[in-house]
């Protein structure tokens, strides 16, 4: 049996990594500045994932949630407490897609709409609710298509989405709280303000996407943060446990649950749990969301040098440095020159940057040094 052929690939074999280095069959190292799409939040083998995960599976790694389980309740405290949303409640899946997934179906049934707002270039999931709210019609098929209504607006459009929300239909707007494959745009303070509001006005959820975004990579908690407004549903998944696949619904506790109102198999499983949990810990003993912002000022100096760096969109270390060319062939030798793993998106000039939180100075300076060497 053959692989579904659906994955362009660099033809590198990775066998080991370690912090923000990963190294190929023949021990070649590169500098991992994308984490496998954001994924790697303390980086790679971190000696208390790597101890919570082996302690765990050596009792159980699996059952469904039809028993107790109290590392999920443990997850969940800790998450509330560093997060700042203590009093909301928290459903356990397994990838981004589902959360979102859940999100929206969430909204509905808790104010009977059926109506969704979602901005230009946003991307939210491949699955079937999930690619009706994202802005890219070829990632569906005709199935797909027509789930439920979907009015798409630009993003910092005040005036958009009052006109979207004013015949009080909508049962939630969704927005990245930065957007990650459309190319690092983000609402502004002002407009996430005003999306709280607004939904608040007409009967509707706001919904943040911060399933690349959340997990301290914007140098907050979650970058809607940033803002300092609260979201009535939170979605979060890549950095959550560090490449152990677990996805998390943080919930308005005014929305309630019911038996059999949400379920999953895998979802909240123990060895989930047990990264999930290991994560957090890292993120608070490390105070890796300082250490964020530190890393982020020493990068943007670094850059500023380099005359043909058009912006640097983004905030913490979800950055995306933008040129005036495409990018393709300077990511090319970025990792076959220069062994440095970076990240594209649907903007052809923008280099996307989602190393782990925390790596050093040093090592994210490797990044500006190969720039200015292929760029000055």
């Known amino acids: 049996m053959n692989l579904f052929d659906v994955y362009p690939v660099f033809n590198i074999n990775l066998q080991k990594a370690k912090g923000s280095f990963v190294y190929d069959e023949n021990n070649q190292k590169y500098l991992d500045l994308y984490g496998g799409h954001g994924v790697i939040s303390i980086g790679h083998s971190h000696p208390t994932y790597v101890k919570n995960i082996k302690e ?79 802005d890219n019609p070829k990632l569906s098929a005709n199935i797909n298509l027509n789930n439920f209504e979907t009015i798409f607006i630009k993003l910092n459009d005040e005036k958009a989405l009052q006109e979207a929300l004013s015949k009080n239909d909508v049962a939630a707007v969704i927005v990245e709280g930065i957007q990650g494959v459309g190319g690092l745009d983000e609402a502004t303070p002002e407009y996430f303000k005003l999306i709280a509001d607004l939904c608040k006005t ?133 990792l076959n020159d220069h062994k440095i793993f970076t990240g594209a998106s649907a903007n052809p000039n923008l280099l996307r940057i989602l190393p782990p939180l925390n790596i050093s100075e040093e090592e994210i300076l490797l990044f500006a040094s190969a720039l200015k060497e292929e760029l000055i």
């Not at 590392?71 to 800790?78: H, R």
């Open 56 to 134: 765990q599976v050596e009792k159980i790694g699996f059952y469904s949630n039809s028993i107790k389980m109290p590392l999920q309740e443990e997850l969940a405290k800790k998450l509330g407490r560093l997060s700042g949303y203590e009093d909301y409640n928290l459903f356990l899946c397994n990838s981004g897609a589902e959360t979102n997934e859940n999100a929206i179906k969430l909204a509905s049934f808790h104010n009977g709409k059926s109506k969704i707002i979602a901005f230009k270039n946003s991307f939210h999931g491949r699955t079937a609710a999930t690619l009706n709210v994202t």
């Open 202 to 334: 007409h009967n509707a959820l706001f919904i943040a996407d911060e399933i690349q975004s959340g997990y301290g990579r914007s140098g907050h908690f979650f970058a809607h943060q940033l803002a300092d407004v609260k979201a009535d549903i939170i979605t979060t998944a890549k950095g959550m446990g560090n490449g152990f696949p677990i996805g998390g619904v943080l919930i308005n506790p005014e929305i309630k649950a019911s038996y059999g109102l949400l379920g999953t198999t895998f979802g909240g499983n123990h060895l989930a749990c047990a990264a999930g949990i290991a994560v957090l810990e890292v993120i608070e003993n490390e105070q890796l969301l300082d250490k964020v912002n530190q890393t982020n000022s020493a990068l943007c100096v670094a850059l500023k040098d380099i005359s043909a760096i058009k912006k640097i969109k983004g905030k913490g270390l979800m950055l995306g440095v933008e040129f005036d060319f495409p990018i393709k062939e300077l990511r090319g030798k970025l």
